[in-house]
Structures are given as structure tokens and as C-alpha cells.
């Protein structure tokens, strides 16, 4: 175990050799060595986590919305250090227990038929995986025209070089131009924000399930793969379709032989309120990936899990699904899955994120009737969103002269909570753990912090 510093001197070091030595996701060094950071962690328990210099945050977003049990589980350590002791590896060729196990954990926790697990590291990984799978599903029944996946603008499907093509354009992605071929983009079904103006919930939900289909007709049945999205956005602020939205799209795929792939990575594992998310529709896709809260980012796994109609395409030697990757399906986070998974199931923490996270969404949903500079707040159990606005009656959104996220930001360090704003607003997804009382803390601290927004920024 690395000994953590105590003297301010070491610490100041530590920090030095962080700004020289690190590249750290989405920061850059010389604004982070101003704003004197880095900050660094050193423990936690449930939500919350303490920095080097003992001060103790809240931690409102769960990692990457990826700690659903909570940190400080020792249960999940002794788990992998137990699995280390006895196999830390593999040899070619060979697998272990504890992956077994939890293939066939994932198959009983999944809905309909969804029963083969292809395991791999992390999520941008698991849809490559799944788009991989859906091509070679298709070349494998003869219909080799079949590259085209279709993506819903505003979503997010990963870092890698073929996923971070999905959910349309944006400045993130013109360092790696060109776009990988066959990309489509649908309208993202967000009521607030619907391409088709002034729709219901549920008008909106069937137009952009309609949109759908139609770009289907238009690039041609035959040139359609997949069509890949989360079931609730997180990365449109917890965008949750209207309820015709997800049947409709079922039957779209279903009726043109286009594979239904759901991105669970964040939604997966009682974050929105049930198991999986799609079980709020009661839809069975075809692929779905989950990643994440499988292991609570205890350790690194993900999985890309198809139903037996698809993965029975790949059954003989001749159809072999060629793909290797090293770390996936490791022993050590395969134990560490299986251990979170028995936290999840015993503490009923699937429950939890359904009762406090309405809990939350109606405190937020207070928090807006205060606070102009709320446009709309959604979301389902424990991944929710609030989207600011300038002017709730144009919906007008802030940009970054504005210096609406920086201020918002530094409120929240101010009142103790890692919680990350953009200019479009900000996602909320605490470990699944969470209590009332700890609710009501965040909600606090987020009044206090929109409050001196709207005063600065002279938001009426």
C-alpha cells in the first residue's frame, strides 16, 4: 500500500509531481496547478471520500456514476485480495471460477433471454464489443451490407476510436477526424429539448421513435446493423424517453431486422431504480452492455451480454467471434463483481436508488420552483438532471463567457460537494447507498450554490 503523505511539504511534492507527471482525464495541468490542485483522495466511506489534508467531501456523482455500493466496502477487497492469493491470472486457452460464476449471475440478473456474457475492461469497450458482435451477426447471415449503426444525437457511448463516433458531432471529437463510416443520427426523445417543438412527453417520445424508422427507410433496411442507445440518457442530463418511446423502437428494429443494442453502462445495476433500466419498459434488447456498477469501480470489468438468438450465430469453430483482449474477464475483478453484486442484492440497494431517488428528484423539483435559473429537472431513481437555463421562457441556455459553470463550480467545493457543472447544467448520480439525511445535505448545499449563480450573475 502507498503511504500516504502527511506534512504539508510531502503533500506539496505529491502535488508537483501530479502537475509534471499526469495527464489527467478532462484537466489541464497549468489551470489545475493555479487552482492549486490537484486534488487528491484518500479515503472513503458510502458517499462520501476525504483529500490529503483531511477534509471530508461529498461525492454526488459516484466516480464516473460508476460507485453504486458505496466506497468502503471491504467486503469487495477481501474478495479480490482472496482471488489474488489463489489466481491472479489465466493461461490461454483457460478460464476460472469467479468469471463463470458471474457469467452466470449476469444471465439470471438479466432480462428475457439475455444469457452470454462476452467479458472485457470497461464500457467505451463493451459497445465496441457489441458493434463488433452486431456486424459479424449480420456478415454471418449473409447480409454483408449491414454497417450502419445508428446513434441518438446528444448520447454518449464512449472514449474508444469507433464509440466515440456514436451520439453525433461535437468539438470533442474534431482531433480525430475522419468519422468512422455508416454513422446515423437520431433525435434524442428529451421533452425539454425535442427536435419536434412543442410536444408532449409522450408526442415527442413517438416522433423520435418515428424518426427512427425512418432513417431506416431512407439509408435502406439492408444497410442497417444496430441501433445503440441508453435507455435513459445521462449524458443529455438524464434525459428518460416518454413511455410509447422504447416499444415503439423495439418493434422498429424487430420488424427490419435491425439489432436492438441498449447502453446499460451507467444505467445498469439499480441505478435508475430497477436492475437494468430497460425493465421500466419491459423491453428485452438484443446486446446490452454493462459496465461500471457491476463492480462499483472496485476493479475494472464490463461485459457485453447477447440473448441466445444471437449468440447462437457464433456456435462452431468456424464461426468464431475473433476477439482477444487481455484483461477481460479477469479473475480478480470477476470476484470483486460478484462480491459488489451480493451488496447490491443483499442491502437492497435496487430498492434504495427507486425511493431515495424520488426522494431527490422531488427536492430538486422544489429547488426549481426557487430557483429560476432551473429550466428542467429529470431523471429516474439515483441519475438525475438539472438543466439551467438563462430564461425559463426561451430556454436559453448559458455559454461559456458567461462563467456560469465556473461560479456554480467553485460554490459547490465551497459547500463541501464534488459535483460538476457544464454550461447545458448538471447530472446528479450518487452511490446507491445514499440516505434521506444525506439528501437533504446535497440539496442544501445546491441551493446555496445556485442562489449566489442567480445573485451574480443577476438571474431574476
Known amino acids: 500500500m502507498v503511504e500516504v503523505p502527511k506534512l504539508a511539504k510531502d503533500i506539496s511534492e505529491l502535488r508537483y509531481s501530479a502537475l509534471n507527471h499526469l495527464w489527467m482525464h478532462n484537466r489541464d495541468w497549468v489551470k489545475t496547478g493555479e487552482d492549486g490542485g490537484p486534488d487528491i483522495v484518500v479515503d472513503g466511506n458510502g458517499i462520501e471520500v476525504t483529500d490529503i489534508e483531511g477534509k471530508t467531501w461529498v461525492d454526488v456523482n459516484g466516480g464516473y456514476s460508476s460507485v453504486n455500493s458505496g466506497y468502503g466496502r471491504t467486503e469487495i477487497a477481501n474478495a479480490a485480495r482472496a482471488q489474488m ?23 439470471s440478473l438479466s432480462p ?47 472514449a474508444t476510436g469507433g464509440v466515440m463516433w456514436l451520439g453525433g458531432g461535437g468539438s470533442s471529437r474534431s482531433d480525430y ?80 431486422g435491425i439489432l436492438l443494442i441498449a447502453d446499460e453502462v451507467i444505467t445498469g445495476f439499480g441505478r435508475t431504480g430497477k436492475m437494468f433500466a430497460l425493465e421500466h419498459w419491459e423491453i428485452v434488447p438484443d446486446i446490452m452492455t454493462v459496465a461500471k456498477g457491476i463492480t462499483s469501480s472496485y476493479l475494472p470489468l464490463a461485459a457485453t451480454v447477447s440473448t441466445s438468438r444471437i ?50 428528484l422531488n427536492k430538486l423539483k422544489e429547488l426549481q420552483e426557487n430557483h429560476p435559473i432551473v429550466g428542467d429537472v429529470r431523471g429516474l431513481g439515483l441519475l438525475l438532471g438539472l438543466e439551467l437555463v438563462k430564461n425559463r421562457d426561451t430556454k436559453e441556455s448559458f455559454t461559456p463567457k458567461s462563467g456560469m459553470s465556473k461560479i456554480l463550480n467553485k460554490e459547490f467545493r465551497a459547500n463541501g460537494l464534488i459535483l460538476f457543472a457544464t454550461d447545458k ?36
Open 112 to 158: 428475457g433471454d439475455l444469457q452470454r456474457s462476452w467479458p472485457v475492461s470497461g464500457g467505451s469497450e463493451a459497445n465496441e464489443t457489441a458493434l463488433k458482435i452486431a456486424k459479424s451477426y449480420h456478415k454471418r447471415l449473409g447480409d454483408n451490407g449491414r454497417y450502419k449503426i445508428i446513434s441518438r444525437r446528444g448520447s454518449y457511448h464512449g
Open 311 to 360: 449468440s447462437d450465430v457464433f456456435a462452431g469453430e468456424q464461426n468464431l467471434f475473433r476477439q482477444a483482449l487481455t484483461f477481460g474477464g479477469h479473475p480478480v475483478c470477476a470476484a470483486s463483481a460478484l462480491a459488489n453484486i451480493e451488496i447490491i442484492e443483499s442491502e437492497n440497494l435496487v430498492n434504495n436508488s427507486a425511493r431515495t431517488g424520488l426522494y431527490l
Open 177 to 256: 477526424e475522419p468519422a468512422v463510416p455508416g454513422m446515423i443520427y437520431a433525435p434524442q426523445p428529451n421533452q425539454y429539448r425535442c427536435e419536434f417543438n412543442g410536444r408532449t412527453d409522450e408526442e415527442c417520445a413517438i416522433r423520435c421513435a418515428e424518426a427512427v424508422e425512418n432513417l431506416i427507410l431512407f439509408h435502406g433496411p439492408d444497410t442497417v446493423a444496430a441501433f445503440i442507445a441508453e435507455p435513459v440518457s445521462a449524458s443529455s442530463l438524464a434525459a428518460v424517453p416518454g413511455d410509447p418511446y422504447w416499444p415503439m423502437v423495439r418493434d422498429i428494429c424487430d420488424k427490419y
Open 425 to 460: 447544467g448538471v447530472s446528479l448520480s450518487p452511490p446507491l447507498c445514499i440516505k434521506r439525511s444525506e439528501v437533504d445535505f446535497i440539496i442544501d448545499g445546491i441551493h446555496k450554490s445556485l442562489s449566489t449563480v442567480e445573485k451574480e450573475l443577476s438571474i431574476l
Open 85 to 107: 492469493e489463489q489466481m491472479q491470472y489465466f493461461p490461454q486457452g483457460t478460464t476460472t471460477a469467479p468469471l463463470i460464476k458471474l457469467a452466470e449471475k449476469i444471465a
